[in-house]
């Protein structure tokens, strides 16, 4: 898992005979730090006859003193009383998390107000654990549409993700807007977006037609005004 993370599965316990049954859990490991990084939930209790309980086991993914990747074993032993025991064997493992998102910025220029662009970033996983990756987008973004897409996902070790984001300015204007990515539970990683939208205009240096109708009205207001 990735460092400062929670993963939790469960088991089930069933009482198959016609009486209640006590059990309590009990944890062991060579290793005094894995009593902080494994716990058992409910940790003892009482099964009626023919029920079942779920039991569940978490897992801290704790980094060493040096913040190195670290392993950790130990054995879960449910107690039954007046019955066996039952063993279960825990692993987990904490990684250090190494991932890169290229690029961070990107620059449009002189792009039509009403044209739709793209482009593409990678987030890169170097990684031993698998990150998930979440995009945010503001709510009060200046463009008429932004859409980025995978909007999340998860990313094994050594795997890259490709996200495309397409863009409709909507306005002819300089736009300087953001939005953010977020790995794991970490900061959120800001993208910042400058885009130059124009509007697209002719300038002919004609003569205009003197039976144009819209030049006529245009000369007779000027006449009036003198």
């Known amino acids: 898992l990735m460092m400062n993370t929670e993963q939790t599965k469960s088991i089930v316990l069933s009482n198959n005979v016609d009486i209640d049954v006590d059990y309590e859990w009990e944890l062991l490991s060579s290793d005094y730090n894995s009593n902080k990084v494994f716990d058992i939930f409910p940790l003892y209790g009482k099964i009626e006859p023919n029920k079942s309980i779920p039991t569940h086991f978490s897992f801290f993914a704790l ?4 913040g190195n990747v670290k392993d950790y074993t130990a054995r879960a032993i449910c107690h039954v009383k007046g019955g066996p025991d039952y063993v279960i064997q825990l692993h987990g493992n904490s990684a250090t998390i190494l991932y890169k998102i290229s690029p961070v910025s990107f620059s449009f220029s002189k792009i039509s107000y009403s044209t739709t662009v793209s482009d593409t970033l990678t987030i890169t996983n170097s990684s031993k654990a698998s ?7 503001p709510k009060n973004i200046g463009f008429q549409s932004l859409v980025v897409t995978p909007k999340k996902g998860i990313i094994t070790p050594n795997d890259t993700a490709m996200l495309t984001m397409t863009i409709i300015p909507g306005l002819p204007k300089l736009f ?7 790995i794991g539970e970490f900061e959120d990683v800001k993208i910042d977006v400058i885009l130059e939208a124009c509007f697209s205009q002719v300038l002919i240096s004609l003569p205009r037609s003197e039976n144009d109708a819209s030049y006529l009205s245009l000369k007779d207001k000027k006449d009036k005004k003198k």
């Open 176 to 182: 300087k807007e953001n939005f953010f990515i977020q």
């Open 131 to 137: 990150i998930s990756f979440t995009v945010k987008i």
């Open 63 to 66: 980094a060493d003193i040096d």
